[in-house]
């Protein structure tokens, strides 16, 4: 029972590459987010999509492009990655927004 | 805006003593609230959901309370043993889940 894998784990980006975060969940849930997590500023949140097709902006959403065409996939995606964008990514699903999140295990980003 | 606020932001206790974190939000309109655990370098790890409906969860030595009129959760661990170091967090979903951020507990042997 995998629950929710996100691939990479670690990545090394210079500035201007760009780079795609899979996230894929085994679970049939219909809501999955991306977060990021900065020390000091907890976790907040990118984008998310209510289900397949479908995607929203989050809090910090700038810099960051997303797509949901399978259910249990949710891409997150850095055009033209920037130092600022060094972080730890989550990615979460659940069934609906009235259930509790299930998380991944995190990719770890530098932006060098 | 909701605002999750975790106090203390650090808790130092010897192995043995039951220990309580707090959780404040700001907006009472909540789905429900969620607490985790995450260890260093790892994913967050559900402890404890409670519905908007409940007013307590229990999973083993974890309780955790909602008061939603106050805007306020605890989570209570009974007999604390140096396995539960960890940093825990505090989430509330009103449309989005907001996180608090977090309290760094540390159990000493």
């Known amino acids: 029972n995998a629950g929710v894998t996100q691939t990479p784990k670690f990545r090394v980006l210079k500035t201007g590459q760009s780079m795609t975060l899979l996230c894929a969940q085994d679970m049939n849930h219909e809501y999955m987010y991306w977060y990021r997590q900065d020390p000091g500023m907890g976790l907040r949140l990118i984008h998310y999509?209510?289900?397949?097709?479908?995607?929203a902006k989050g809090e910090v959403p700038d810099g960051y492009n997303v797509s949901r065409l399978k259910k249990q996939n949710f891409l997150l995606g850095l055009e033209s990655a920037a130092p600022s964008q060094t972080s730890v990514y989550f990615c979460?699903?659940?069934?609906?927004?009235?259930?509790?999140?299930?998380f991944g295990s995190g990719t770890r980003l530098t932006v060098v | 805006k909701q605002e999750v606020t975790q106090i203390p932001a650090a808790l130092s206790v010897p192995e043995g003593e039951n220990l309580v974190l707090n959780c404040s939000f700001t907006d009472s309109a909540i789905y429900n609230l969620q607490w985790f655990r995450q260890d260093p370098g790892k994913g967050l790890t559900s402890l404890l959901l409670?519905?908007?409906?409940?007013r307590e969860q229990t999973s083993g030595r974890l309780n955790a309370s909602l008061d939603k009129s106050s805007g306020r959760s605890t989570l209570y661990i009974a007999a604390s043993q140096p396995g539960d170091s960890a940093t825990y967090l505090c989430a509330v979903n009103n449309n989005d889940m907001r996180f608090g951020a977090g309290t760094r507990l540390t159990v000493k042997p």
């Open positions: 999509s209510v289900g397949e097709g479908t995607t």
């Open positions: 409670i519905q908007s409906s409940q």
């Open positions: 979460a699903s659940s069934i609906t927004e009235f259930y509790g999140y299930t």
